[in-house]
C-alpha cells in the first residue's frame, strides 16, 4: 500500500460500496427482512456452488416485481428409456414443468426428476425427492465451462507451438508467457520426480492438468461465477485418470515393492505375520493417494468459493459502513489469496500425480537403495 | 460424507472424462509435442552451439602452443645449424692448414733434395772441371817439362811421390 492513488481508490470505492448499501436500508429495514435476507444470501451461495442446468450470469427483479435472469440456457440430455434432448429455457430456471414427448420433468435443487404434468415432486422423511431421476447427460454450466476452457487451451497452446516452427524455435506472443512455465512443469515437477528416463510419456498429462485446473481455478474466481474444479464429480474425473495412469505404467518394481515391501531382508516365515497388517495397507494406500487428490482439490476451492461468497453477503448483511467496508476489505483480500490458492492447488495436484508417476516408474536399481 | 455422494453427478463425471480425455490427446498432438519438441531443439542447439565453442576455443589453444612449439624447434635448428656451419668451418680451416703445413714440408724437403742433388751435381761437375783443368795444366806443365829431361824425371818422381800418398 505504498501507492497513495491506490490507497485512495481503494477508499472511495468503499465508501461508494457502503452508500450503495445504505440506499438500500431505506428501502428495507426491518428485522424480518434482515433474515429473509440471511436465508436468501444462504440459498445464492448454495446454488452457486452447485452445478446449472442454465448459463445465467446474474438475476434481478424488475420493476413489475417479477425475477429476471440474463444469461443463455444450456441444452438438456436425459437418457429415460432412449434419448431425450431439449433446451433447458423450458424450465425456466427450475419454476415451470418441462414436457419432452409424453415425458414430464422438473427441476429441483438443480436435479432433474421425472413428473407427472403438474409437476408433483414427492419428498421422503429426510426431505429428499423420491421421484425416478432420469441419467442426465447435459452440457451444464461447468460441461460448457470445460468446453470453453479446452478450446481456450487449444488455442493458446496450440498458437505456441505454431510460433515455435514460424520464428525458428523461438516463442512469441500470449503463449511466450507459458513457456516458462512448462519448462518448470517439465524441469522441476516431471524431471524431479519421475526422472530423465521416462518423464516424457507423463508429460500430456501432467501439462494438460495443470493448465486444466489452473484456468478453471481462474474462473471460477471471475464474476461469472463458475465453480467447476470445486465440483466433487470434476475432481474425482481427475483423480481417478491419475490412478489408471499411476496403476497402469506400474513396473514390476512398484507392484513388488506393495506386495512384498520387506524383499530379501528376512525369511519368509518371518515375513507373514507382518504382511497381514503390510499388504492392507500398502492396498488401501494405492486407492488413498489419489482420494486424497480428488478431497483436497474440492474442498480448497469449495471453501473458497463459499469464504468469498459469504464475506460479500456479509456487506448486505451488515447495512452500515463500517461493517460493510470492512468485509469488502476483507472480501479482496481473500480473493488475492484465492487466486495464489488458485496457483498452488493446480500445482499441488500436479507434483503429487507427478510424484506418483514416479512411484510407479521406479526401475529396480533405484529400489535399492531403500 | 452423504451430501457429497448427493452431490457428485454422473453426467458431469462423464463429460469430464470425456472432454478431458480429449483435450490431453488433441493438447498432445498440436500443442504439447510440437512445443516440447521445439524446447529440446533449442536447447540442444544452445548445447551443440557451447560444447562448439568450448571445442574451437581448445583448437585455438592447441594453435598457438603449436606455434609456439614451431617457433622453438624452428629456433633450435637455426641454433644447431649454426653451430655446425661454425664446425665445420673450423674442421676446414684446420685441415687446410694441416694440408698446407705437410704440403709445404714436401715442397721444403724436395727442394732441399733438389739443392742437394744440384749440389752434388754441382761438386761432381766442379769436380770434374777441375779435374780436367788440372790435366790440361799437367798437360801443359808436362809438355813444358818434357821438353827437358831432366824435368822429365823429376816429374816421374814426383807422380810416383803422389801416388803414394793417395
Known amino acids: 500500500m505504498r501507492n497513495p492513488l491506490l490507497v485512495k481508490f481503494f477508499l472511495v470505492f468503499?465508501?461508494?460500496?457502503?452508500?450503495?448499501?445504505?440506499?438500500?436500508?431505506?428501502?428495507?429495514?426491518?428485522?424480518?427482512?434482515?433474515?429473509?435476507?440471511?436465508?436468501?444470501?444462504?440459498?445464492?451461495?448454495?446454488?452457486?456452488?452447485?452445478?446449472?442446468?442454465?448459463?445465467?450470469?446474474?438475476?434481478?427483479?424488475?420493476?413489475?416485481?417479477?425475477?429476471?435472469?440474463?444469461?443463455?440456457?444450456?441444452?438438456?440430455?436425459?437418457?429415460?428409456?432412449?434419448?431425450?434432448?431439449?433446451?433447458?429455457?423450458?424450465?425456466?430456471?427450475?419454476?415451470?414443468?418441462?414436457?419432452?414427448?409424453?415425458?414430464?420433468?422438473?427441476?429441483?435443487?438443480?436435479?432433474?426428476?421425472?413428473?407427472?404434468?403438474?409437476?408433483?415432486?414427492?419428498?421422503?422423511?429426510?426431505?429428499?425427492?423420491?421421484?425416478?431421476?432420469p441419467l442426465d447427460f447435459s452440457i451444464t454450466k461447468s460441461v460448457m465451462m470445460i468446453l470453453i476452457t479446452g478450446f481456450l487451451m487449444l488455442l493458446l497452446f496450440g498458437g505456441l507451438a505454431r510460433s515455435y516452427a514460424k520464428n525458428g524455435g523461438i516463442a512469441k506472443g500470449v503463449g511466450r508467457f507459458f513457456e516458462p512455465i512448462i519448462l518448470?512443469?517439465?524441469?522441476?515437477?516431471?524431471?524431479?520426480?519421475?526422472?530423465?528416463?521416462?518423464?516424457?510419456?507423463?508429460?500430456?498429462?501432467?501439462?494438460?492438468?495443470?493448465?486444466?485446473?489452473?484456468?478453471?481455478?481462474?474462473?471460477g474466481l471471475t464474476p461469472l461465477g463458475v465453480n467447476v474444479t470445486g465440483n466433487i464429480a470434476i475432481t474425482t474425473a481427475l483423480a481417478i485418470l491419475t490412478f489408471l495412469i499411476t496403476n497402469l505404467t506400474g513396473t514390476k518394481t512398484y507392484w513388488k515393492h506393495l506386495f512384498d515391501p520387506l524383499g530379501d531382508s528376512m525369511p519368509w516365515y518371518a515375513k507373514i505375520p507382518l504382511y497381514i497388517i503390510?499388504?492392507?495397507?500398502?492396498?488401501?494406500?494405492?486407492?488413498?493417494?489419489?482420494?486424497?487428490?480428488?478431497?483436497?482439490?474440492?474442498?480448497?476451492?469449495?471453501?473458497?468459493?463459499?469464504?468469498?461468497m459469504s464475506l460479500i453477503g456479509l456487506m448486505f448483511l451488515f447495512k452500515n459502513w463500517i461493517g460493510s467496508s470492512l468485509s469488502f476489505g476483507l472480501a479482496f483480500a481473500i480473493s488475492l489469496i484465492e487466486i495464489l490458492v488458485a496457483l498452488l492447488q493446480a500445482y499441488i495436484f500436479t507434483m503429487l500425480s507427478a510424484l506418483y508417476f514416479g512411484f510407479a516408474s521406479e526401475e529396480h536399481e533405484h529400489a535399492e537403495a531403500h | 460424507m452423504e451430501?457429497?455422494?448427493?452431490?457428485?453427478?454422473?453426467?458431469?463425471?462423464?463429460?469430464?472424462?470425456?472432454?478431458?480425455?480429449?483435450?490431453?490427446?488433441?493438447?498432445?498432438?498440436?500443442?504439447?509435442?510440437?512445443?516440447?519438441?521445439?524446447?529440446?531443439?533449442?536447447?540442444?542447439?544452445?548445447?551443440?552451439?557451447?560444447?562448439?565453442?568450448?571445442?574451437?576455443?581448445?583448437?585455438?589453444?592447441?594453435?598457438?602452443?603449436?606455434?609456439?612449439?614451431?617457433?622453438?624447434?624452428?629456433?633450435?635448428?637455426?641454433?644447431?645449424?649454426?653451430?655446425?656451419?661454425?664446425?665445420?668451418?673450423?674442421?676446414?680451416?684446420?685441415?687446410?692448414?694441416e694440408l698446407a703445413q705437410t704440403e709445404g714440408d714436401k715442397l721444403i724437403k724436395q727442394a732441399q733434395a733438389t739443392i742437394e742433388s744440384e749440389k752434388k751435381a754441382a761438386v761432381a761437375d766442379i769436380k770434374n772441371q777441375v779435374a780436367q783443368l788440372s790435366v790440361e795444366i799437367a798437360e801443359k806443365v808436362i809438355k813444358e817439362q818434357l821438353s827437358n829431361k831432366e824435368k822429365q824425371l823429376k816429374l816421374v818422381d814426383d807422380m810416383l811421390g803422389d801416388i803414394k800418398l793417395n
Open chain 2, 3 to 97: 451430501k457429497l455422494i448427493e452431490d457428485f453427478s454422473l453426467g458431469l463425471f462423464f463429460w469430464q472424462t470425456l472432454l478431458f480425455m480429449a483435450l490431453v490427446l488433441l493438447l498432445w498432438k498440436y500443442a504439447w509435442k510440437p512445443i516440447l519438441s521445439a524446447i529440446n531443439d533449442r536447447e540442444e542447439g544452445i548445447k551443440n552451439a557451447l560444447a562448439a565453442a568450448e571445442e574451437a576455443k581448445k583448437e585455438m589453444q592447441n594453435l598457438t602452443s603449436d606455434n609456439e612449439k614451431l617457433l622453438k624447434e624452428a629456433r633450435a635448428e637455426r641454433e644447431s645449424l649454426l653451430k655446425e656451419a661454425r664446425e665445420i668451418k673450423d674442421k676446414i680451416v684446420t685441415d687446410a692448414k
Open chain 1, 14 to 133: 468503499t465508501i461508494f460500496f457502503s452508500m450503495t448499501i445504505f440506499a438500500k436500508e431505506a428501502e428495507i429495514s426491518s428485522e424480518e427482512t434482515k433474515t429473509d435476507l440471511k436465508t436468501e444470501i444462504d440459498e445464492y451461495i448454495q446454488h452457486h456452488l452447485k452445478d446449472s442446468h442454465d448459463f445465467s450470469l446474474f438475476s434481478y427483479t424488475g420493476s413489475d416485481g417479477a425475477e429476471h435472469h440474463a444469461g443463455f440456457p444450456l441444452p438438456i440430455i436425459l437418457w429415460d428409456d432412449g434419448l431425450v434432448v431439449f433446451s433447458s429455457s423450458k424450465f425456466h430456471h427450475g419454476e415451470e414443468v418441462a414436457t419432452s414427448g409424453e415425458n414430464h420433468y422438473k427441476l429441483d435443487h438443480g436435479k432433474i426428476y421425472k413428473t407427472d404434468a403438474t409437476g408433483t415432486i414427492n419428498y421422503d422423511a429426510d426431505h429428499h425427492a423420491s421421484n425416478i431421476k
Open chain 1, 184 to 219: 518448470y512443469i517439465r524441469d522441476d515437477i516431471a524431471i524431479a520426480t519421475i526422472g530423465e528416463k521416462k518423464y516424457q510419456k507423463y508429460m500430456p498429462f501432467l501439462l494438460t492438468i495443470f493448465f486444466f485446473i489452473w484456468f478453471l481455478n481462474m474462473f
Open chain 1, 278 to 308: 503390510l499388504i492392507p495397507i500398502e492396498v488401501l494406500g494405492i486407492f488413498i493417494k489419489p482420494f486424497s487428490l480428488l478431497i483436497r482439490l474440492y474442498a480448497n476451492m469449495q471453501a473458497g468459493h463459499i469464504v468469498i
